[in-house]
């Protein structure tokens, strides 16, 4: 069964809604440098507390430092952290070490074919690796939340040559998300602006989102 992300949850309201729909991940985007969905770290805690333990509960944080990242996490008490942009070198290990509970998940923005060496490189040191349409390297880094898809038959190259699970997200819809899964096979997929309506998770959007999902 493929998993469902919905991320750029802004209340308890919203996840609800997200869990009844039968999703097993939530985002709760921290401070970024652009991009939809960002709340406050004592907002993020508050929602990451409402939920039951089999939901996964993933804390996006744009911070590339170790120590700052594990503070970040104990400051949210989620018990997944999205590494949205590239970290500084051991940093998968000293988080692990660090904070062994919580599951790893490190993004991969792919812009080209350089994306497949980037997800080989941090594939064993990681819990999964979700593949977005974001560019770090823009003067205002775009981390997530573009609305945009990226190239497919990368993501689909990614997923045959690493062994840990990996997420697709980037522009997907109730209407592409069918054609997305079946070509590209991904373990999870991940959801933002696809579902929203003037910002406000969309019921009707959700639920045919997850129906769709559901044939896979």
């Known amino acids: 069964m493929v998993r469902i992300k919905v991320c750029c949850i802004s209340s308890r309201q919203e996840a609800d809604l997200a869990m009844a729909a039968g999703v097993s991940a939530l985002g709760l985007v921290s401070e970024m440098p652009s991009g939809p969905g960002t709340i406050d770290d004592a907002r993020i805690r508050k929602i990451a507390s409402h939920c039951p333990p089999d939901i996964a509960t993933f804390l996006l944080t744009c911070r590339r430092k170790s120590d700052e990242i594990i503070s970040h996490i104990d400051a949210c008490a989620t018990n997944t952290v999205q590494l949205v942009d590239s970290v500084e070198e051991g940093a998968h290990e000293k988080i692990r070490r660090s904070l062994p509970h919580i599951k790893i998940v490190q993004v991969i923005h792919v812009i080209n074919e350089r994306a497949i060496e980037e997800a080989l490189c941090c594939a064993d040191a990681v819990d999964a690796i979700l593949l977005d349409s974001g560019n770090p390297g823009l003067t205002v880094k775009q981390l997530g939340g573009t609305g945009r898809t990226h190239n497919w038959e990368i993501s689909r190259?990614?997923?045959?040559?690493?062994?840990?699970?990996?997420?697709?997200?980037?522009?997907?819809?109730?209407?592409?998300?069918?054609?997305?899964?079946?070509?590209?096979?991904?373990?999870?997929?991940?959801?933002?602006?696809?579902?929203?309506?003037?910002?406000?998770?969309?019921?009707?959007?959700?639920?045919?989102?997850?129906?769709?999902?559901?044939?896979?």
């Open 157 to 216: 190259q990614i997923i045959e040559a690493v062994d840990c699970p990996v997420y697709l997200a980037g522009g997907l819809t109730p209407e592409n998300i069918s054609e997305a899964i079946d070509f590209v096979r991904p373990f999870g997929v991940d959801v933002c602006s696809g579902l929203r309506d003037e910002g406000r998770l969309d019921r009707n959007k959700l639920n045919r989102f997850c129906d769709a999902v559901s044939h896979f």
